[in-house]
């Protein structure tokens, strides 16, 4: 027995991720590492293994599906012939590092000589603003070249606001042109002036500022956005300035437009974004042959208007910009389709952000593609998440796990590398997690909302007692129910949305089963509605009624409040400080996220936080200092890991705010909006420069998918009836 545990055969199948059993043979998916699959087949009467290629495992596998498709010709799709001559790395720890990969390949070929220069001097010659060319930029980098004497040419702004700061342009140049290095290429498109508008596309939820959060389709990443754009504001503004420029750049959010808003602003074609100067949200209807749709409709049910909003959005983006932007950044599904259909039309740069890819969370969600279609569309959501994200010149991702998973789990986009939606296609090539497309930027929190529960100079000590009120009051309604009678214990705190991935209800379980973990603590829970009938979404009002059912099961009362999703955010930043200030701790307990901005948001504020281990929260958590890892398939685990840490509380004050500590200073290491938007900048300018000298725009890949897009996007999308 133990020398075939120790035979290559056995050590193979621990990377076996799928096994499909189809008597006499048994096909098997490894997995040896993060991107890369191997397939083969054993035949168990015979003993006999072969090999299989994608398309023969994908073959096999649609067997258990009514028998599987019995046409001799199905379509398959496979992007990687247009990809096999350009460079990638091969390394699974490369993956995501995308633009110093890039900038490495590239440098060392078109910096070999003298005349190598030449497409970067033609980048910088066509490269303009409002119409204007910027032509001093190339005529000073070919004098330059030449060795002409600089002092009686000039330095035209652009070149920095300082002699200082010119001086180091022109020494970052001259770096270039004796020594080609990525990173000082890097450095210096950086700091070229490319970016001054920017759109950013996101249609689903209610898109607006005050009283949405909560709403269906309506959280983290409506929160995301509008962070973003206060940092990427501040970071153009610093840039500009630092050129020498007198330009106002412009940022617009492009959403759409509610006219039954439901006392919220989405139904205002234009409102400017709080703590900005330069960025608006633009909203624009869904429109049909019938007139503009009034109401409300789930994310996905969207895909019929997406073709039509784009065409609007196109004439509504040009009339506020007087032109075309500088870059296009989608986020979602939805939006990242609307972003390749926009950057086709205008020529622009496009960058990519999934949030959170459906795939993933739904297991089997393309195998068994038609249970789901009529509630999901799945057909026509990852039909549209491979055209978006093979058009994409850049895909930003805020961790690896997103992109890659880890050694035990598949990543978002890893999980549509190969798959197949039996009748529809097959995927034999999809995305590639190793295409230098792909970078990490992670986001972080408002600082000005979350900030230490130490800072107390800053603590919004005016909202205390409607916290207190909120957290402790007795008052049972549509808002909250229930109540903690001991107000000695300290409180574990969850806030999200009442989505099934969430798993809300799972950690209500968790707490209700352990009677040693209800001694030490209490249990507060902000998310969703309270009374099912006010939900208008599918899935929260299955995990309403499962919430009040595990109440009553296990005799919560006392111990337990749950509160209705809060709207106001910065009543939500002390929520958790207010938590801090009794020695609480935030529990995120989702089955699969993918960033974890909550998770962010707690430990900028000091709260000692315990977060899924699938995803992203296991790169932002060093498990056991800044924080602990809990896999909420194993609640009793869960359970355990909670009772220890409180116990450990209890027995050494000491340890909650060691844990506290790290946290903090894991957080303004690696997660501020700061280093983010100085990074997306950055990329912006790589890639537009790469896009321009290169053949990064990648034609044949764009043909192949705009025949798919019409050819079968659009067959798809027909098959919808209008739902309202």
């Not at 652009?158 to 022109?170: I, N, P, S, Y």
């Not at 961790?399 to 998973?405: C, D, L, V």
């Not at 995990?543 to 106001?568: C, P, S, T």
């Not at 997660?671 to 997306?680: A, V």
């Amino acid at each position: 027995m133990q020398k075939l545990k120790d035979s290559p055969f056995v050590k193979a199948l621990e990377s076996a991720k799928e096994a499909i059993v189809l008597p006499p043979f048994v096909s098997i998916a490894l997995r040896p590492r993060p991107g890369v699959w191997e397939y083969f087949r054993v035949n168990v009467f015979e003993l006999s293994v072969d090999n299989l290629t994608v398309a023969e495992y994908l073959r096999f596998k649609e067997e258990l599906v009514d028998g599987g498709c019995r046409a001799n010709y199905v379509l398959e799709l496979d992007f990687e012939p247009f990809n096999a001559s350009f460079p990638r790395p091969t390394r699974s720890p490369s993956i995501g590092n995308g633009v110093q990969f890039l900038n490495r390949h590239l440098s060392s070929f078109m910096f070999r000589n003298k005349e190598s220069l030449d497409p970067l001097l033609a980048f910088l010659r066509a490269h303009k603003y409002d119409g204007h060319f910027m032509h001093h930029l190339g005529v000073l980098l070919h004098a330059t070249t030449r060795c002409i004497r600089l002092q009686g040419l000039g330095f035209e702004r652009g070149w920095g606001d300082t002699a200082q700061r010119v001086l180091e342009m022109v020494h970052l140049l001259l770096d270039i042109f004796q020594a080609p290095d990525p990173n000082t290429l890097e450095t210096f498109l950086g700091r070229i002036p490319m970016v001054f508008n920017v759109v950013i596309v996101s249609p689903h939820g209610y898109f607006g500022q005050a009283n949405v959060l909560g709403s269906p389709d309506t959280g983290g990443q409506i929160v995301y956005i509008l962070d973003q754009v206060r940092a990427l504001e501040n970071e153009m503004l610093l840039r500009i300035q630092k050129q020498g420029l007198d330009v106002s750049p412009k940022i617009l959010i492009v959403t759409r437009l509610i006219p039954e808003a439901k006392g919220t602003t989405c139904n205002q074609r234009l409102e400017r974004v709080s703590g900005t100067e330069h960025t608006h949200i633009l909203r624009v209807p869904f429109r049909t042959k019938n007139g503009i749709l009034r109401k409300w409709i789930s994310r996905f049910d969207m895909w019929p208007y997406l073709e039509t909003f784009a065409e609007d959005a196109s004439n509504e983006i040009a009339a506020e910009l007087q032109g075309v932007p500088d870059l296009i950044i989608g986020n979602y599904s939805n939006g990242n389709l609307v972003a390749t259909l926009l950057s086709y039309k205008l020529g622009i740069t496009q960058c990519n952000i999934a949030h959170a890819l459906e795939k993933t969370k739904y297991p089997d969600s393309d195998i068994y593609w038609k249970k789901y279609e009529d509630k999901y569309h799945f057909s026509c959501q990852f039909t549209a998440d491979l055209i978006a994200m093979n058009s994409a010149d850049f895909i930003i991702t805020s961790t690896y796990q997103e992109i890659a998973g880890s050694k035990n789990n598949v990543g978002q986009y890893e999980s549509h590398t190969a798959f197949t939606l039996p009748g529809l296609y097959r995927v034999v090539h999809g995305i590639d997690v190793f295409d230098p497309k792909f970078n990490i930027v992670s986001p972080g929190a408002d600082m000005c909302i979350y900030f230490p529960y130490s800072e107390k100079e800053r603590r919004l000590t005016s909202l205390h007692g409607s916290i207190e009120k909120l957290v402790y009051g007795t008052e049972q309604n549509e808002e909250h129910i229930g109540l903690l009678k001991d107000r000695s214990k300290p409180i574990i705190f969850s806030m999200g949305s009442l989505a099934r991935v969430k798993n809300m209800s799972g950690l209500v379980e968790c707490f209700g089963k352990s009677s040693k973990l209800r001694e030490l603590v209490n249990l507060v829970v902000v998310g969703g509605d309270i009374d099912v009938q006010e939900s208008r979404d599918r899935e929260e009002m299955g995990e309403i009624e499962k919430m009040h059912v595990l109440i009553e099961k296990y005799n919560l009362h006392g111990q337990f409040r749950w509160i209705k999703a809060q709207m106001n955010r910065a009543r939500n930043g002390e929520l958790y400080r207010y938590i801090a200030d009794v020695k609480g701790a935030f529990v995120q307990p989702a089955f699969y996220e993918a960033f974890g901005l909550t998770v962010v948001e707690a430990m900028t504020c000091g709260l000692p936080t315990f977060a899924t281990c699938h995803g992203g929260p296991a790169e932002i958590i060093e498990h056991g200092i800044s924080g602990f890892h809990i896999d909420p398939h194993h609640p009793d685990q869960v359970a355990e890991i909670l009772i220890n840490f409180f116990e450990q509380c209890r027995c050494n004050p000491g340890y909650w705010n060691k844990i506290s500590d790290a946290g903090l200073r894991r957080i303004h290491e690696r997660y501020t909006w700061k280093i983010y938007s100085e990074r997306l900048l950055t990329l912006a300018g790589v890639y537009g420069f790469w896009k321009h000298v290169s053949k990064l725009d990648r034609r044949e890949t764009r043909r192949y998918l705009e025949m798919f897009y019409i050819l079968k996007f659009r067959d798809l999308v027909s098959c919808i009836a209008f739902p309202y």
